[in-house]
């Protein structure tokens, strides 16, 4: 079955610099792949998706990309801030019949310094 | 903005107790899921409802597991008889049909249910 894969160290990283968070899957290439952000006690939000036939995507500071190949995602927040301070999830549609369910990697948590 | 909402954020319960816990998706948002978070552990489907039924299901969502949508507004998780177990974050989430096929789902902020 399909699994995910994040960095599971926290990633700290200085203010103003670029951070990148990894997450791999190990079957099947998905039609979407979603990333999250889930703040200590809180729901996920979503931020980002991008699809299989892309290979990145941007939105304002974050940046997604996608290669099938090596079957990974690499989500970038450039002039990171404090605020971005929390738990990144990479989620992606497991296809079942008619539905979709998200699975879930377990997250990587960023820490932003001042 | 539109949010989910979801209550209560906090229950408490002793294990064999029926718990039901509320959800009031996005207004215009057609598809509804449920979805756990055990503390530190991955997030975790549980079901998706649409047109007043299941579409699917995890093992998870067993017998002890119901879902209703018993008025327009509202979409509940019932779990019969709570063990251990079911300790955990509790997500209601909606979408519409673009964001049922995308993963884009909007979720509630939550309820954590504890087991004694």
């Known amino acids: 079955s399909q699994k995910i894969e994040q960095n599971s160290e926290a990633l700290n990283i200085q203010e103003g610099k670029t951070a990148t968070l990894t997450c791999n899957y190990t079957n099947y290439s998905p039609a979407y792949l979603q990333w999250y952000r889930q703040d200590p006690g809180r729901g996920p939000v979503f931020l980002l998706l991008?699809?299989?036939n892309e290979k990145e995507k941007r939105k304002e500071r974050l940046k997604v990309t996608f290669d099938t190949t090596l079957k990974q995602s690499l989500f970038h927040i450039t002039a990171s801030q404090p605020a971005d301070s929390a738990t990144y999830l990479c989620a992606l549609n497991d296809y079942a019949g008619n539905n979709r369910k998200l699975i879930w990697g377990l997250g990587t948590s960023l820490a932003v310094n001042p | 903005e539109p949010e989910v909402t979801q209550t209560p954020s906090h229950q408490v319960t002793q294990m064999g107790q029926e718990v039901i816990l509320r959800c009031v998706p996005i207004s215009n948002h057609l598809y509804f899921y449920w979805y756990r978070q055990i503390l530190g552990q991955k997030v975790e489907f549980l079901v998706s409802f649409y047109n007043n039924e299941i579409s699917e299901k995890s093992e998870i969502f067993d017998d002890q597991f119901s879902v209703e949508r018993p008025d327009g507004s509202n979409f509940t998780l019932k779990i019969r008889s709570t063990k251990l177990e079911d300790s955990a974050m509790y997500f209601c989430?909606?979408?519409?049909?673009?964001?049922?096929?995308?993963?884009?789902?909007?979720f509630g902020e939550g309820s954590r249910l504890t087991v004694l």
């Open positions: 989430a909606s979408s519409d049909l673009t964001g049922q096929l995308t993963g884009e789902l909007f």
């Open positions: 991008i699809r299989e």
